[in-house]
């Protein structure tokens, strides 16, 4: 360890003072060196070299630089890059999806392709083949990707790139850290693995309706029906990374075996397949089953009006007796549950007043917008903030 005062602690201070520029150039665009050394107490010299590296890192420019290059007014201001961004992908049932955000949290260029069966070498393929297509539409667009995140739907452990366990996709003990380097080659910061609900509650957080709770639970409808907690603006994972895996609560002690091994699960009444399955709706693909129990609810059908009720009862159960346990008190649900929010809307509610009356308010309850682009705005957004904490990584 290098003492105090060594070349070591000068390096560490200088990396941490280029994040708190970053972060007063984020917080205020068109901030001026100025402005930063008196908001920060650095001195003008300091945040003026500090600067000149972050512009070599490229994840800032000044404003107004024109179209050819030539420079703004001095002092008119120093912005993020929106040319710098991260590749979002998203392992699910029964699509894949890839996005590119930027480094102002836009999301420039989405593709979802419709999942075949298949194990990891296929789906990896599709992904792949996804993957170069709008990596190759940013990089048109003169979009730099310094790296990505990859959602899946199931228990990961990023450190060694494995995904533990996802019963929905049957994979166990799956080794990734091949897949995930061919995802995007050559990009400074690699691919991160996920959780696809973890992804999602804080894409809610970053781009949704998170950022006026603070404090919620977000659940993912899918065929599988994840959870994740965010307290305090900040994604509460648990001891070892699982917490809020609100899809495998128990609402029916003598209900179905669930893919997780237990029985009686809220996925096994209020996922997807279950609800698809109670409403007595079949198709080819989700998209045709999906749009078959749309057109059954618009018409009234009193099999998928019931299986959409059940549902939302069930999923009532689980909110409370979650809600209860880590005191929080709005939620806000995506995936089908935001498609079917109309229908699902009124049992939910009514088993939210029956089982924790006021604990959940009516205005406490949001449904997602952000659709099937939830899980890879989350999971790029995590990989932009972490260059953007340190960007000392991007210079070499
Ligand atoms: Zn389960």
Redesign the pocket.
């Known amino acids: 360890m290098p003492a105090d005062g060594g070349p070591g602690r000068v390096q560490d201070v200088r990396r941490q003072n280029l994040a708190v520029v970053l972060d007063s150039i984020q917080r205020t665009p068109r901030t001026t060196r100025a402005e930063i050394a008196a908001s920060t107490g650095l001195t003008k010299a300091s945040v003026s070299s500090l600067v000149t590296v972050l512009l070599d890192t490229g994840l800032v420019e000044e404003a107004g630089v024109a179209r050819d290059g030539e420079r703004g007014r001095p002092g008119s201001g120093l912005v993020l890059n929106r040319q710098r961004g991260a590749l979002g992908a998203e392992i699910n049932v029964d699509y894949l999806a890839v996005g590119v955000v930027d480094a102002l949290g836009e999301l420039r260029g989405h593709k979802v392709l419709e999942r075949r069966p298949g194990g990891l070498d296929v789906v990896f393929g599709d992904l792949q083949e996804l993957a170069r297509a709008v990596a190759g539409e940013a990089k048109a667009a003169g979009i730099e990707l310094l790296g990505g995140g990859l959602a899946v739907p199931g228990l990961v452990d990023p450190t060694r790139k494995l995904v533990l366990t996802a019963?929905n996709l049957g994979w166990q003990d799956a080794a990734l850290e091949r897949h995930l380097e061919a995802l995007l080659p050559d990009s400074p910061l690699g691919v991160v693995l996920s959780n696809e609900a973890n992804s999602a509650a804080l894409a809610e957080l970053w781009y949704g309706h998170g950022s006026s709770f603070g404090d919620y639970l977000y659940v993912s409808g899918e065929v599988g029906v994840g959870g994740g907690l965010i307290f305090e603006s900040q994604l509460f994972a648990g001891p070892r990374g699982h917490a809020g895996e609100i899809?495998?609560v128990?609402v029916q002690p003598d209900g179905l075996k669930?893919?997780?091994?237990?029985?009686g699960?809220?996925?096994?009444v209020a996922g997807q397949d279950a609800v698809f399955s109670a409403a007595g709706i079949q198709g080819a693909t989700t998209a045709d089953r999906m749009a078959a129990l749309m057109h059954a609810l618009r018409t009234g059908a009193p099999d998928a009006v019931r299986a959409v009720e059940r549902a939302g009862h069930f999923l009532g159960i689980a909110l409370v007796s979650a809600a209860r346990m880590v005191n929080v008190s709005a939620v806000i649900l995506g995936g089908h549950f935001a498609g079917l929010q109309n229908w699902i809307r009124p049992s939910l509610r009514q088993s939210l007043e029956t089982y924790a009356p006021g604990l959940v308010p009516p205005d406490g309850v949001a449904f997602s917008e952000l659709g099937q682009t939830a899980a890879l705005r989350g999971a790029a957004g995590s990989r932009l903030r972490e260059a953007f904490a340190s960007p000392a990584d991007l210079l070499n």
């Open positions: 019963p899809g495998h128990v669930c893919g997780c091994g237990g029985r699960c809220l996925e096994t």
